[in-house]
């Protein structure tokens, strides 16, 4: 019997993160349905190739938003992809989110909500409890697979007894990232608490198409490992080979940002350093801490203080990210010896996290996870 065809749609902005977000989703229309083949659209800005690290995949195909709004050219796109699917599921956001798309988002997915069609059922992530829908196991956990040749890579690392991985900022142009000035007194008070540990600070300077870590340059990267014979550039090593770093390492150490989800894809801890318009809402069952900021605000994608959007107009770093953070060094020591010990499991990362959530007084509903 032929297996039965799922088209998953994730077709949403290019960061890292949202690719992540689908392989979790096809992770759980592939536990939850016998015999089915799962074909994935994302953005073509994104790192498309990670598909090839979940065995539960079928073909991710990279989808030129930008065609779409040039007058439906964008179909030539779609030429190899069948019309016709057992299910088509979507991500929720096209319909549901209170932000609106940009003009080549929003074309591409009115196309696809008039070509792709379902033999059985078509709807929103959102709507896989109707009737009729294929079956979701929620939360469903992923390991997505290295290349041999990454991991051989990383071979030359040169590791302490402890090794943790550094990301200093995500892909935004926005200085919601901490500076390299605190991310400089951070790594000091780092070194001096374990002294058997040594840093990987990565991320990726070059400017392209894609993600890059924009906030800083490959000299700032430089000269945070300078004078440290514990403190690595490995920035600009390349996704495969960073993949590898991550899983090589006892923990990441980052702000928020979607590439980090590669740390707890293939089972790393993640250390966030929380703060700006979005919560941590992805873990995959892995222990985690976040450093949370004092905010009341936090996290403010539902609204933002008139200070921070007047210091964002000005390309200035947000308070949480400057002033508000220079308390919060004990609370980052904290959260590495926590993800250093074998007892601090993810149920206890969990609870922990709602708990101190509540004792902040955060509305509980600027949180979200991705189920």
Partial sequence: MPPRTILLNWVYYHPVGHAVEAFKVAKGLWNANENCEIDLLLNGRTAVEL????????????????????GGAGATYTRDLPAAWDFVVTDHRPTCSPFPFSTPLRAFHDFAARHFQARIWKGGHHELRQPGA?????????????????REFVQRLKLGR?????????SSPDPIYPTIDWWRRALFVLQNEFPDAHFFVTGKTAGDDRTSTQAFSQAAFARLAAGSERI????DIGIWNQMALFEQSDLLISP??????????????????SGARW???????????????????YPCWMEMKDVCRERLLS???????????????????????????????????????????????????RFFQIV
């Fill in 51 to 70: 598909a090839e690290a979940c065995d539960w995949i079928h073909r991710a195909y990279p989808i030129d938003v930008e065609s779409f709004a040039e």
């Fill in 134 to 150: 294929p079956g979701y196991e929620q939360n469903s956990t992923i390991q997505m697979h290295v290349p041999d040749a990454a």
């Fill in 162 to 170: 402890v090794n943790i991985s550094v990301m200093l900022a995500g």
């Fill in 232 to 235: 690595f550039n490995w920035c």
């Fill in 256 to 273: 928020h940002t979607g590439f980090a989800f590669l740390a707890p894809s293939v089972g790393t801890p993640w250390l966030a350093v």
């Fill in 279 to 297: 919560p941590e809402c992805y873990f995959n069952d892995v222990p985690f801490y976040c450093v949370l900021p004092d905010c009341p605000q």
């Fill in 315 to 365: 390309k200035e770093t947000v308070p949480c990210m400057l002033e508000e953070l220079e308390g919060k060094f004990f609370d980052l020591i904290h959260g590495v010896h926590l993800l250093l010990s074998a007892e601090f499991s993810f149920e206890k990362a969990m609870a922990l996290y709602r708990a101190r959530i509540e004792q902040m007084g955060f509305p509980p509903e």
